[in-house]
């Protein structure tokens, strides 16, 4: 039996966590011979607390060989004591009458104080994957708050943006989702992400000789991605929550057990490649390997491309400087 991977998930009584929390303890994250011990903290409300509560008894009730321990708590350093993985959901919505910069400055602090624990109490290996919003700067924040973890091991969720591009791609194109590699999303999880698919191939064939349609690209499939998670609030009246979650097991899934080759989506700290600014966390093509990311570089990139990049890394300068005198 292997040693149980300690995962510690926030916001883990919400409507993401009730989507995660179970595929996780059934192997589908980390294998079907990982044991895994879940560390699920919540905020101290009564509410939210009784509502964690409720979860943890259903996990009990689901019997599963996989699950080797439970905790459940309102303490951050509880709940990231020895993580391995840390999923940081949980994050303060929009509330009415709210502008994005208010959104920005709650949520700086919830990630500050959620960094600095880690930093005090997580695995020096853990890998955290942000993916309460805005997911590309409260990762930003998260890792300049703890100073003595590896910077790479903080990442953003770009990978429902991906998953999103890959199904409107394969629909478009008349083939199967399996079949379309070479895939990446740039930028923000936010609608001005660049979802780019020229250099993406079909069983080797590269998809532009079956979708050679600018306008298409330029007016439908670019805005139709990045306003995804606006149409589904929509339709459902609650944000995205199970393509979220399976967003998430599908990042941490490839991190830790290897893409073979294949290119994902990962928000990541930014090298200076492609002028992006060190640090930035953008959303970037990477390989995985043995519990490692490597940036897929040195791809062309043309005006319109460009024009794009320059569009989404505006937007997260802009948020990183909103934020800049809280770190
Ligand atoms: P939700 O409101 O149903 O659940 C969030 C939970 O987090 C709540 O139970 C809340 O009590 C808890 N919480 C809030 N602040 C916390 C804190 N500081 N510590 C611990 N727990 C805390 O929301 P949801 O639908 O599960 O979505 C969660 C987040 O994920 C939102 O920010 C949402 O916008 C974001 N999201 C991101 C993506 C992505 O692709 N990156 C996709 C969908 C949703
Ligand atoms: C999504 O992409 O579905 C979410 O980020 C939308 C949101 O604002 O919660």
Partial sequence: MKTPVRVAVTGAAGQIGYSLLFRIASGEMLGKDQPVILQMLELPMEKAQAALKGVMMELEDCAFPLLAGMVGTDDAEVAFKDADIALLVGARPRGPGMERKDLLLENAKIFTAQGAALNKVASRNVKVLVVGNPANTNAYIAMKSAPDLPAKNFTAMLRLDHNRALS?????????????????????HSPTMYPDYRFATVNGQSLKDKINDADWNANEFIPKVGKRGAAIIEARGLSSAASAANAAIDHIRDWVLGSNGKWVTMGIPSDGSYGIPKDVMFGFAVTTKDGEYTMVKDLPVDDFSQKA???????????????????
């Fill in 309 to 327: 990049i320059d569009k989404t890394l505006a937007e997260l300068e802009e948020e990183r400087a909103g934020v800049s005198h809280l770190l």
């Fill in 168 to 188: 409107q791609l394969a629909n478009k194109a008349g083939v199967a989702v399996g079949e379309i590699e070479k895939l990446v999303v740039w930028g923000n």
